[in-house]
């Protein structure tokens, strides 16, 4: 009897591994699809002849167009917008992009986003092999710099068409979130950094959706440069207990120990668009009233220093802390791999860019880390 029971668990062991083994061998023969369901819609998305073996889907929404009394405000989850085309790519959230004879306009303007902004910009982009090496794939999850005043999903030099092309080993998605006024506002009465609250709703709606595009949802890292590095930092420290991603990189950037927990800039912006003399709450009513081109407006007029950007994160302890010393020191930071660097002359674009100079100008050092900078044009070119 016991030899029975024994014979038939084992039987019905070999049975399931059977049936596992034939449904992955299906899947793996099915050609992946361009056609996947998602929380927010049922997107259709296009392989380009460029990158034959990529599937791309662009411009899929994750969020609730943050417009009206959403603006300045957590973001939203997307509502489900049933079937639709994602072959071409979104707005880009609201810039300020500088001086527009800097470097990066005169000579590399692929790294910048340069699509028509708007408001309604809460859109991903994902690119997955076609012809994965693996049942579901790791996924990079592209934080884009920019001081938190410009960047975006869409810089030409940051599409990643032809590295999965050749990789077919993983997935990449790069995102827009809303910026400088509109991402980290710093009103008193709605302390919170919108922008980084769009970061982290953007990867819980990949740990929803990524496994129907041939990703992987427990294998996704953060990748940020600049600013968002920082942004991929501070998400370490905002989510110590369910980082949902299981790595971090960063490059070109850090966050600072410490963080203001006030900016006068929000007031300062409502001077001179009409919301001058409220209360924080009806100040904040009236700055959402305001044309977001006209905000826009108000914001660059305001900032005398195109290199940085007035609205940036202000600690609300809960998406930025104040002392992240004290965060370490309680342990309250996602304990994952993280790797870290600096490129060799990377501060050199900060400095006053003259197109016909044959000389290097000073170097501007970054305290810490002088030794990184010096000059470039020939380089650039
Ligand atoms: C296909 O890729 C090329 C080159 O990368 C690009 O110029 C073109 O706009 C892409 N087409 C579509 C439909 O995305
Ligand atoms: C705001 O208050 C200041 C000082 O009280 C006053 O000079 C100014 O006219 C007021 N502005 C508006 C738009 O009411
Ligand atoms: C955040 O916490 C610090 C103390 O750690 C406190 O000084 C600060 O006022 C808090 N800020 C907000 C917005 O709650
Ligand atoms: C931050 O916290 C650390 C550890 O508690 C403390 O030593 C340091 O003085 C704090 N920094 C500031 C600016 O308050
Ligand atoms: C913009 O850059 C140019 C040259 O690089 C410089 O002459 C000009 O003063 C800058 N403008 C501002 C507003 O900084």
């Known amino acids: 009897m016991r030899a029975h029971v024994i014979a038939l668990s084992l039987l019905s062991a070999f049975t399931a591994d059977a049936a596992t083994v034939r449904e992955d061998s299906h899947e793996r023969a099915k050609p992946p699809g361009l056609t996947v369901k998602t929380t927010s819609g049922t997107f259709t998305g296009l392989v380009n002849s460029t990158t034959p073996n990529v599937r791309q889907w662009l411009g899929v929404p994750y969020g609730r167009p943050p417009l009206g009394s959403l603006r300045f ?39 910048l986003n340069r699509d028509p902004e708007s408001e309604d910009c809460l859109y991903l982009n994902i690119w997955a092999p076609r012809q994965p090496r693996e049942k579901r794939v790791p996924v990079i999850i592209w934080v884009s710099g920019g001081g938190f ?74 990748y940020g440069q600049s600013s968002g ?26 966050t600072p120990a410490t963080n203001p927990t006030t900016s006068p800039n929000f007031h300062n912006v409502a001077q001179v668009v009409g919301c001058a003399n409220l209360t924080a709450a009806a100040e904040l009513a009236c700055m959402q009233t305001v044309d977001a081109p006209a905000l826009q407006q ?43 660097g600096f490129m060799y002359n990377e501060p050199a674009v900060f400095l006053p860019f003259d197109p016909d100079a044959t000389t290097a100008p000073a170097p501007i ?6 030794g990184l900078t010096c000059a470039i044009k020939q380089e650039v070119e």
């Open 73 to 111: 405000m957590p973001p939203e989850k997307a509502p489900n917008y049933g079937a639709a085309d994602a072959k071409a790519y979104k707005p880009i959230c609201h810039q300020n992009s500088g001086n527009k004879s800097s470097l990066y306009w005169q000579l590399l303007p692929e790294y």
């Open 298 to 340: 108000a914001v660059d007029t305001i900032n005398k220093d195109p290199n940085r950007g007035l609205f940036r994160p202000i600690a609300d302890n809960v998406t930025v802390f104040t002392n992240l010393t004290e965060r370490l020191e309680k342990g309250l930071v996602a304990k994952l791999p993280f790797i870290g």
């Open 149 to 222: 005043k410009e960047g975006g999903g869409h810089a030409l030099y940051q599409v990643p068409d032809q590295w999965v092309q050749r990789m077919q080993t993983h997935i990449v998605v790069t995102f827009n979130f809303r910026l400088h006024i509109f991402g980290f506002p710093g009103s008193p009465a709605a302390s919170i950094n919108a922008g980084l609250m769009d970061l982290r709703l953007v990867v819980e709606w990949l740990r929803d959706n990524i496994a129907g595009f041939g990703g992987d949802p427990n294998r996704m890292i953060l």
């Open 365 to 370: 050092p970054i305290p810490g880390i002088e």
């Open 229 to 254: 590095n920082n942004m991929v930092l501070m998400y370490s420290y905002a989510h110590p207990k369910q980082p949902i991603v299981r790595g971090f990189i960063g490059t070109s950037g850090g």
